[in-house]
C-alpha cells in the first residue's frame, strides 16, 4: 500500500519542480508588492489624512523598497486631485509634500492651488450666468414667488454642458500639472 501524502508534502513537491524564480520575475513581484503597499497607504492617507501614516509606514520599508512604495503612494494621491473635490487639495498637497518636498514639487502645486481659484472664479461666474437666465426664462413663463427661491443650474443638460465647457480647459491644464508632478 502506497504512502499517504499530506496535502503540504504534495504542494511542496509541485513547488520543487517548478523550480526558483527568475531574478527578474522576483525584482517584478516585489515592485508589483511595493506598488500595492503604496497605493494602500495613500488611501489610508486620504480617508484619515494623517501625516504620520505616511512617514511611519515608509520607514519600515528598506531604502530600495520605500522609494518604490513613496512612487505608487504619490501616483495615488495626484490621481485624488480633482477639479471637482477643491476641499480635499490642502490634505492631498500636504501629502504629497511629505512623499517629496523638492522645490519643483512645492512650485507645481502652487500652480494647481492658482488653477483651482481660478477654476472656482470662472465657475461661479458661468453659475451666476446661469441662473440670471433662467430666472429670465421662469419669469417669462409668469411663475414667481417662492416657487422660484432656488434654481437647480444642473437640472437642465444645455446648463450642464455650459458648466462642463467651463470646466474642460481647467481639467486639461490640470493634467499636464499632475504630469509635471509624477516626473
Known amino acids: 500500500m502506497p504512502d499517504i501524502k499530506s496535502a503540504w508534502e504534495i504542494a511542496q513537491e509541485k513547488a520543487s519542480k517548478l523550480g526558483e ?5 522576483r525584482e517584478r513581484q516585489r515592485q508589483e508588492r511595493c506598488r500595492l503597499i503604496g497605493e494602500s497607504l495613500a488611501e489610508k492617507y486620504l480617508s484619515h ?3 504620520g501614516i505616511l512617514k511611519d509606514s515608509l520607514s ?10 513613496s512612487k505608487a503612494a504619490m501616483r495615488r494621491l495626484i490621481q485624488a486631485i480633482d477639479l471637482q473635490y477643491p476641499s480635499a487639495l490642502t490634505e492631498i498637497s500636504q501629502g504629497v ?3 517629496s518636498n523638492s522645490a519643483t514639487t512645492m512650485k507645481t502645486l502652487d500652480k494647481i492651488k492658482e488653477l483651482f481659484r481660478e477654476y472656482a472664479e470662472a465657475e461661479n461666474e458661468e453659475k451666476q450666468e446661469i441662473e440670471t ?3 429670465e426664462m ?17 437640472g437642465k443638460e444645455e446648463w450642464q454642458k455650459k458648466l462642463d465647457q467651463t ?5 486639461e491644464r490640470l493634467n499636464s500639472l499632475k504630469q509635471d508632478l509624477q516626473h
Open 21 to 25: 524564480l527568475s531574478p527578474q520575475e
Open 49 to 51: 489624512h494623517d501625516i
Open 60 to 69: 519600515k520599508h528598506t531604502t530600495q523598497d520605500k522609494d518604490l512604495v
Open 97 to 99: 509634500l511629505a512623499l
Open 133 to 135: 437666465a433662467g430666472r
Open 138 to 154: 421662469v419669469h417669462q413663463l409668469r411663475i414667481s414667488g417662492t416657487a422660484i427661491s432656488h434654481l437647480n443650474i444642473r
Open 167 to 171: 470646466a474642460r480647459p481647467f481639467a
